[in-house]
């Protein structure tokens, strides 16, 4: 059972364009979502996180938009450059586990020029 | 951010013989760490979690006499997969987090078995 759903798989977006990547989660017990960015044959990096209790984050170019209601979070990547081009993955955690991360199935981004 | 080290990069085995894998955290201490196991074009699958000093927890379906955990200090923990075969061919993440929230992931070993 995936626990975090995120679409779509993959996504190709013109140098400049916004990327924007969607994902749902199912248990209420996650109160911390990040987000990672996966270059090919290397581990993820945080980029950017957020807690339920706030509806918007941005950090330079990342932004994720936060719906509790909804149990919806996404992520848009503005002015999308070609080294933004790596695989990103949502991610939940809960609190007292915060460090056992339940990823999402990833979105593979090509940004080209 | 903290760091955390994987040794080796890349390894290839023969079927059959075991290979260990080493997590290091080397600006911090960590009494659990993780361990990921990641196929080509799939998202990260969590295997066990390590805790210092104590037996590790396996994931559902993992099996812990092929996968060995040791975490004998508070920056070191180690993945042994014992009798290699082809499908365990794979990509394995440690991660590891000091105070506060954050989990930091290592670099990857990318496990090749011939």
């Known amino acids: 059972q995936q626990q975090v759903k995120q679409s779509p798989q993959s996504l190709i977006v013109q140098k400049g364009g916004i990327s924007i990547i969607n994902c749902a989660y199912e248990n209420t017990a996650f109160d911390y979502f990040p987000w990672y960015q996966q270059f090919p044959g290397k581990g993820p990096a945080l980029l950017i996180a957020i807690r339920p209790d706030v509806s918007e984050k941005k950090e330079g170019r990342f932004t994720i938009s936060f719906n509790k209601s909804a149990k919806q979070f996404s992520l848009h990547i503005m002015d999308s450059q070609p080294g933004d081009s790596a695989t990103y993955f949502c991610a939940a955690t809960y609190s007292g586990g915060y460090q056992k991360v339940t990823f999402g199935t990833g979105t593979k981004l090509q940004v080209i020029p | 951010g903290a760091v955390v080290s994987q040794h080796p990069s890349r390894v290839i085995c023969k079927s059959g013989t075991s290979v260990k894998i080493e997590c290091r955290s080397l600006?911090?201490?960590?009494?659990?760490m993780f361990w990921y196991r990641q196929f080509p074009k799939q998202s990260l699958m969590l295997m066990a979690t390590?805790?210092?000093?104590?037996?590790?927890?396996?994931e559902q379906g993992v099996e812990k006499d092929k996968f060995l955990i040791n975490h004998a200090s508070l920056t070191l923990s180690t993945l042994t997969v014992t009798s290699a075969h082809p499908e365990d061919s794979s990509f394995y993440i440690c991660?590891?987090?000091?105070?506060?929230?954050?989990?930091?992931f290592g670099q990857g070993t990318r496990l090749t078995v011939v």
């Open positions: 600006d911090f201490q960590a009494t659990t």
């Open positions: 991660s590891a987090g000091g105070q506060g929230t954050e989990a930091f």
């Open positions: 390590s805790n210092e000093g104590s037996k590790a927890t396996y």
